[in-house]
């Protein structure tokens, strides 16, 4: 992932982005089901009653919670010193898992994000003390359960899942063991990097993750793996596009994606930045829809899609075409039921 960073950085530096055109931002014309919540932050999380939304600051940042009713925000990782952190996902008890380092070096940031260095945490939800370590390493974004203390990350070429524990009075991982290499992968994705994203809210002995690689590098397909069956299925089919898996539907049907499927006609670098959401179905087909049309504008993109528990909200952020994977410039919320009511219309 490092080398997909300092590739992008390079790509931006010599071409100062091809690709961007004159135009509106899209924050200037929002359709009346979408809402910008904050004027900052990334990587959006609902609570389990859909009432709050947890994000990042920034990439090695704050974590910060969002009361949608009152628009109040409040810090969540102020009462401690910390190095900064590019994940923070609700577990199911509430508390909270964090990703980050134990060092940060400005001069050289990206390590921070880098597997070996990025490890996992549990903040109490009570916020009265630091976060605990768990003992691992995580490449990416870990995968929580909604309803069980159960978690899968992503190291090296290698998912793993476990159970978070709190019987000594402190969290702690359990029972955690490898469930499957990349090399185990069915063709395109066999040994391609991997990243978890969501257990099957209708059967968590599904696990939701993407596989990248590919001809240019930057190819990606979602797939899952049954931990009972021991079995993989491709959702998306489309070995030509970058389709990432983000955020789940209650219903376990549907899931949103992060995918270029508008711009086929871009290859390498160009692809990746060219991003907006789609709703794939899960149901092997390979089915989408396109929901964002942020990138209608080559100069932005919209990214990191999750789903209320009610399936009724989509929290979202937005951000330039250029900036790195992840970053974000602000959060948003789609009224879910309202665009399916308008969709037809645009």
Known sequence: MKKLYLVAFIFVALSHLAIAQEGDSPLDNLPDYITQVTEFGER???????????????TFGDVFELEIETGKIR??????????????????????????????????????RDARNTELWVLKKDLKSAPTALGVHCKEGPAVS???????????????????????????????????????????????????????????????FYAFGGQFGFNAEVLSYNI?????????????????????????????????????????????LTLDIYKLKLDETGDVERVTYFNENPEYKASNPVVSDDGRYMA???????????????????????????????
Request: proline share 4%.
């Open 146 to 208: 909604r309803t069980k203390m159960n978690i899968a990350w992503a190291l090296g070429s290698t998912i793993y899942a476990g159970e978070i524990d709190y019987e000594s009075g402190k969290p702690k991982l359990k029972n955690w063991k490898p469930l499957f290499q990349s090399a185990e992968l069915p063709a395109p994705a066999k040994g391609w990097d991997l990243e978890t994203q969501n257990f099957n809210p209708k059967n968590e002995k599904e696990l939701f």
């Open 316 to 346: 979202f952020q937005y951000a330039h075409a250029e900036d790195p994977a992840g970053f974000g410039r602000g959060i948003l919320i789609m009224d879910l039921k309202a665009w399916e009511k308008k969709k037809g219309k645009r």
């Open 228 to 272: 009972e069956e021991k079995k993989f299925t491709n959702y998306s089919k489309s070995q030509d596009t970058y389709d990432e898996a983000e955020g789940i539907f209650p219903d376990g049907l549907s899931m949103l994606i992060e995918s270029n499927r508008h711009r086929t006609s871009y290859k390498g670098m160009k692809e990746f």
């Open 75 to 112: 810090s969540m990782t102020h009462h401690y010193f910390h190095e900064g952190y590019v994940r923070a996902l609700y577990l199911a008890n509430g508390d909270i898992l964090l990703s980050g380092a134990s060092n940060f070096n400005s001069n050289d940031p990206w390590k921070s």
């Open 44 to 58: 959006a999380d609902w609570s389990h009653d859909g009432k709050r939304v947890l994000f990042l600051e920034k």
